[in-house]
C-alpha cells in the first residue's frame, strides 16, 4: 500500500471569540481555517468576503463547508508569525522604537478608505446597513438587555453603596466637571438611535488592530457590506485609543497568544483612574495614556481619513453628533461592564457621560491633536 509523501500539516488552534483558527501546509499553499459554530454567521462571512474582495486587499477563500455543528471556512494565510502580520503588532512597536513603517501603513490604510467611500458613500435608510455591532445589539433582546436587563451596576464596592440607577438623580462629577448620566435613558435612547438614514459606505465593518492585515489586508468579514460611515469611524478610533491596548487584552488575554509585546505594552496603554464619594455624589477623575505608536495611529486616521469625510458628509457639529451613539454602544455593548474591576467599569461610565453628554466634542474625548480634528 502507498502512503502520500505529505499529509496537509494542521497546527495548534487559535481563539478568537467563540470561533478557532487551524493553520494548515499543504505542498502548495499556506492555509488557514476559520472553524465557526454559527452557521449564520458563517454565511454572511463568506457573503461578506464576497462583496469585500472588489473593494479591499483580502486573502482567497478556498472552500467553505458545513458540517454538524460548524461550519469551516479556509482562506489563504497571509505572511506572519509571532509579533508579525497585524496591525496590532506595527502598534506594539516601542516607543523609542522606529514608527516608519506604522506612518506608512496608515497613510496606506486611510487611502484606500478614501478611495472606496468616495465611490460608494450614499445616504442609507437603516435596514440596508449591517446591523450586527450596533442596531442589532441595541434592539429588545440584543446584547444591551442581556447585559444589563434587569441588573443595576454598583459604582462602589460596597453592596449598599450607589449604583447606576443613582446617576439619573445625582449626576457624577467627570475631571471635575458635572454630568447627567441616565442610566436606564441611556439605553433606551440607544434602542432607538439607529432607525434613522446614515451615511454609509462599503466596508469590512470593524476595523480593530487584529483584523487589519500587515501588509494590508483585511481579515474577518461578517460585518462587512454597507456599514454606517460614523460606526466606522467610531470602531477604530475606541478601539485603538481603549479597547485594543488596554482591555482587550486584559479581558480576552487567550486571543493573543502569537502576539505577546502585547501584553508588553498594556501599562503604556493603561488609563490612570481614581474614584471617591463625596456627600452621595461621584466624583471620577482619569487621564488617558497612549503609547506613541497608538497616538500616532489615532491622529493620522483622523487628520488623513476623518477630517475630509467629514468635510464632505458631516458638515459643522453632525460628525460629533453621528459619533455619540455608535460610540456608546463600544464603551458597554462589547464587554458587560458587570463583569469588569470597579475602576474599569467606573472609567466607561465616565466615558459614556462625556459621549452622552449634547455637547460631545471628538477632540476633548479622544485628546486628539488640534490640526487632526474637523473644523465646522
Known amino acids: 500500500m502507498n502512503t502520500p509523501a505529505f499529509f496537509p500539516r494542521i497546527g495548534r488552534p487559535l481563539k478568537h471569540t467563540r470561533n478557532r ?21 458563517a454565511r454572511a462571512e463568506a457573503a461578506g468576503h464576497r462583496l469585500l474582495r472588489e473593494w479591499y486587499p483580502v486573502p482567497a477563500l478556498h472552500h467553505h463547508i458545513r458540517l454538524p455543528g ?12 509571532p509579533d508579525r502580520g497585524l496591525l496590532l503588532d506595527l502598534l506594539n512597536t516601542p516607543d523609542d522604537g522606529d514608527h516608519a513603517a506604522l506612518e506608512a501603513y496608515m497613510g496606506e490604510l486611510t487611502a484606500a478608505y478614501a478611495g472606496v467611500f468616495a465611490k460608494t458613500a450614499e445616504l442609507t435608510p437603516p435596514e440596508a446597513v449591517v446591523g450586527k455591532l450596533y442596531r442589532d445589539r441595541a434592539a429588545p433582546g440584543g446584547r444591551l438587555d442581556r447585559y444589563y436587563a ?92 481603549v479597547l485594543g ?25 493603561t488609563p490612570r483612574i481614581s474614584a471617591r464619594l463625596r456627600e452621595g455624589v461621584l466624583h471620577i477623575r482619569f487621564t488617558d495614556r497612549l503609547s506613541a505608536t497608538r497616538r500616532l495611529a489615532l491622529d493620522r486616521y483622523w487628520e488623513l481619513f476623518v477630517r475630509p469625510i467629514a468635510a464632505r458628509y458631516f458638515p459643522g457639529e453632525s460628525l460629533a453628533q453621528a459619533l455619540r451613539p455608535y460610540l456608546a454602544m463600544r464603551i458597554i455593548g462589547v464587554f458587560d461592564l458587570a463583569r469588569m474591576t470597579l475602576e474599569q467599569r467606573l472609567y466607561l461610565l465616565a466615558k459614556l457621560a462625556l459621549c452622552a453628554t449634547p455637547d460631545f466634542s471628538p477632540q476633548r474625548f479622544f485628546d486628539l491633536e488640534e490640526s487632526s480634528c474637523p473644523t465646522p
Open 21 to 41: 483558527l487551524y493553520p494548515i501546509d499543504t505542498p502548495r499553499r499556506s492555509l488557514i481555517a476559520k472553524c465557526m459554530p454559527d452557521h449564520g454567521e
Open 70 to 81: 460548524r461550519s469551516v471556512l479556509v482562506y489563504d494565510r497571509l505572511p506572519g508569525g
Open 150 to 241: 434587569g441588573r443595576d451596576l454598583p459604582l462602589t464596592d460596597t453592596e449598599t453603596g450607589p449604583k447606576a440607577s443613582d446617576l439619573a438623580r445625582t449626576g457624577l462629577y467627570v475631571n471635575g466637571r458635572h454630568y447627567r448620566l441616565d442610566w436606564e435613558g441611556t439605553r433606551t435612547w440607544l434602542r432607538n438611535a439607529f432607525d434613522a438614514p446614515v451615511w454609509s459606505a462599503i466596508s469590512q465593518g470593524d476595523p480593530t488592530d487584529v483584523n487589519l492585515a500587515a501588509p494590508l489586508a483585511w481579515l474577518d468579514y461578517d460585518t462587512a457590506g454597507r456599514n454606517a460611515i460614523a460606526g466606522e469611524i467610531a470602531d477604530f478610533s475606541f478601539h485603538t485609543a
Open 245 to 269: 491596548g488596554w482591555l482587550v487584552p486584559l479581558l480576552n488575554p487567550e486571543a493573543f497568544v502569537r502576539h505577546p509585546a502585547t501584553f508588553d505594552r498594556v501599562p503604556a496603554n
